[in-house]
């Protein structure tokens, strides 16, 4: 496990329990950056309305791409945003894309 990383319970997923500063210490630079922003904006939110559902939307939000990046790497991240930023503007699959039927076949997992 990352140093920055939340050690979950072992029926949790990595970054399950993870604090807000753990979450951004395992983001990449601009990622982080963009967490502070959220952070600040739903913290000073949940004080003006007294509700912290958004708090912890935003916390797991953040915790999934604190996962994912850490589990991938940050080059391989950065190249799922930017494969992913080109389908959406294309609409188009990366030729080397892996069909999702294929995948999931790949990992196990149900049809």
């Known amino acids: 496990m990352a140093a920055a990383e939340s050690a979950p319970a072992p029926d949790r997923p990595p970054f399950a329990d993870a604090s807000p500063a753990q979450v ?3 983001l990449l ?3 982080a950056a963009e967490f502070d922003r959220q952070w ?3 913290m000073a ?3 003006r309305e007294l509700d912290l559902t958004d708090v912890h939307r935003t916390l797991n939000t953040w915790r999934r791409v604190a996962w994912v990046t850490t589990a991938t790497g940050p080059d391989r991240y950065r190249a799922a945003l930017v494969g ?5 503007r294309t609409g188009e699959r990366h030729p080397q894309a892996t069909p ?3 995948l999931k076949a790949e990992l ?3 049809e």
């Open 100 to 102: 999702w039927h294929q």
């Open 24 to 26: 951004c210490a395992a």
């Open 45 to 47: 939110r949940a004080t």
């Open 40 to 42: 600040q904006d739903v």
């Open 29 to 31: 630079p601009e990622d």
């Open 84 to 88: 992913a930023e080109e389908r959406l």
């Open 108 to 110: 196990g997992l149900p």
